[in-house]
Nanobody, 124 residues
């Protein structure tokens, strides 16, 4: 599976962006999909994931929404009310082992494929 994230950019605090992640392959619907982010000098952290249901980091709940369109092999991350602390490189990821994903969707080690990332910068 190859993943290509897009949609990042520069936005003012309070603004919105929608990230997209297009996946190759014919079995997209069988993968759990997630978004992670990494800010400068910080470790990569979980943002959101979906397979059936959805999961969110506490820091983005009620502001971000993850969704997927299996017909288009694409997962989205709608980000609203953006804050400067949301500034990071955002990565999409795919998990083939759904059992492991369900046990802990926040764990980066449960994801098998990663995109290259897209930069999101929120100015104050």
């Amino acid at each position: 599976v190859q993943l290509q994230a897009s949609g990042g950019g520069l936005v003012q605090a309070g603004g919105s962006l929608r990230l997209s992640c297009a996946a190759s392959g014919r079995t997209f619907s069988s993968y759990a999909m997630g978004w992670f982010r990494q800010a400068p000098g910080k470790e990569r952290e979980f943002v959101a994931a979906t397979f059936g249901g959805t999961h969110y980091a506490d820091s983005v709940k009620a502001r971000f929404t993850i969704s997927r369109d299996n017909a288009k092999n694409t997962v989205y991350l709608q980000m609203n009310v953006l804050k400067p602390e949301d500034t990071a490189v955002y990565y999409c990821a795919a998990a083939a082992n759904v059992r492991a994903f369900i046990a802990n969707p926040h764990h980066a080690g449960n994801y098998d494929y990663w995109g290259k990332g897209t930069q999101v910068t929120v100015s104050s």
